[in-house]
């Protein structure tokens, strides 16, 4: 999985900024989400794909470019169906932002839903590799999620994390 950037976010000015950040910091920015089929992994190019994204097929589109390691910048209109999809389709890759500077939202917003699953199985004692097969994931994913988890809640350790998310939710 890379760490490419993903962005999801409503307006084309909004799309701009984040655009010219990632231009400056090396990134090759392309218009649209079709990927040219000579090589998988597209990692390594640093390529940022952007667009608006308004059909269930351009979603479609988006997530496949970003599984073979594409970043993307993608403007939708955030209270439709398409904007629940992708969202929910991206946050399996990792984290996705929602405003330009780099903010996923405020508190546990911040969390993909698997990560929510895994905290709140830590919270409830249960070890990384417990939580992990009870989520049907890898240890190594479960440990790069609780990670990026960390980095979410700006702390270091998973016990930070777990303590943050548990003051979050209230419980």
Known sequence: M???PRYVLGSTVE???VLRRL???GWHIREGFVLPETRWDVTEA?????GQVAHHDEVELAVHAGVRGAGLVVVVDERSDVARAILADLSRLGQVWRTPDGDSATGVDRLTAEQRALLDRLANG???????????????????????ARM??????????????LKLTGR
């Open 2 to 4: 890379s760490d490419a």
């Open 15 to 17: 799309a701009q900024i």
């Open 23 to 25: 231009g400056r910091d």
């Open 46 to 50: 640093r390529l940022v794909l952007h």
């Open 126 to 148: 249960e070890t990384i590799a417990a939580a992990a097969a009870a989520e049907f994931l890898s240890l190594r994913t479960a440990n790069r999620r609780i990670a990026h």
């Open 152 to 165: 979410a809640f700006g702390v270091r350790t998973t016990r930070e994390a777990v303590l943050a998310y």
